[in-house]
T-cell receptor, first 115, second 115 residues
Framework: EAQVTQNPRYLITVTGKKLTVTCSQN?????MSWYRQDPGLGLRQIYY???????DKGDVPEGYKVSRKEKRNFPLILESPSPNQTSLYFC??????????????FGAGSRLTVL | AQKVTQAQTEISVVEKEDVTLDCVYE???????LFWYKQPPSGELVFLIR??????QNEISGRYSWNFQKSTSSFNFTITASQVVDSAVYFC????????????FGKGTRLHILP
């Protein structure tokens, strides 16, 4: 089944304890992206990657890191989480079409709570 | 600058009523794509429709229809004869191929269909 898999789905952690949210897709998609969803703010892009070893900042990159060493994986790293990073996180991927009309396939979401 | 506005934060209608979700966008590009995604209570994000800027034909898919009007920069979504299963958060999004295919989401409209 074609899908984007995120882990963990739920996590409660404490301020300053490094964590990684993994994201993997099995569709051979070039484009991958991380979003956070907060009440009243919708979906905001954190980082995105147009291909292996190519990553760029989205609208809210502060406090996050990403890497794209393999095409299928795009982990989100919180080096020193803070309470304002409590959120619902979505990973998404799409084929990199020449037209740019990318339809995103989303993971199921990861709900992170930072105490 | 890119911008997507969904002015309706929350809407409640009684089952079988028609309901229209508004989406207004801003872009300086002549080539762009518009999308609608649905997020049901289970939390996943599901693609509904994609439209390119050169195709202003309205689209109908069952009880769903989309009205794209470049003159008013709007891409509204109508559900006819609403059903309880239509209850969800709906996101409108804009993608511009000339800007690294960056996809900007609106803040979403939460739709409640009351039985």
């Amino acid at each position: 089944e074609a899908q984007v898999t995120q882990n963990p789905r739920y996590l409660i952690t404490v301020t300053g304890k490094k964590l990684t949210v993994t994201c993997s897709q099995n569709m051979n998609h070039e484009y991958m992206s991380w979003y956070r969803q907060d009440p009243g703010l919708g979906l905001r892009q954190i980082y995105y990657s147009m291909n292996v070893e190519v990553t760029d900042k989205g609208d809210v990159p502060e406090g996050y890191k990403v890497s794209r060493k393999e095409k299928r994986n795009f982990p989100l790293i919180l080096e020193s989480p803070s309470p304002n990073q409590t959120s619902l996180y979505f990973c998404a991927s799409s084929p990199q079409t020449a037209s740019g009309a990318n339809v995103l396939t989303f993971g199921a979401g990861s709900r992170l709570t930072v105490l | 600058a890119q911008k997507v506005t969904q002015a309706q934060t929350e809407i409640s209608v009684v089952e079988k009523e028609d309901v229209t979700l508004d989406c207004v966008y801003e872009t300086r590009d002549t080539t762009y794509y518009l999308f609608w995604y649905k997020q049901p209570p289970s939390g996943e994000l599901v693609f509904l429709i994609r439209r390119n800027s050169f195709d202003e034909q309205n689209e109908i898919s069952g009880r769903y229809s989309w009205n794209f009007q470049k003159s008013t920069s709007s891409f509204n979504f109508t559900i006819t004869a609403s059903q309880v299963v239509d209850s969800a958060v709906y996101f409108c999004a804009l993608s511009e191929p000339n800007r690294d295919d960056k996809i900007i989401f609106g803040k979403g409209t939460r739709l409640h269909i009351l039985p």
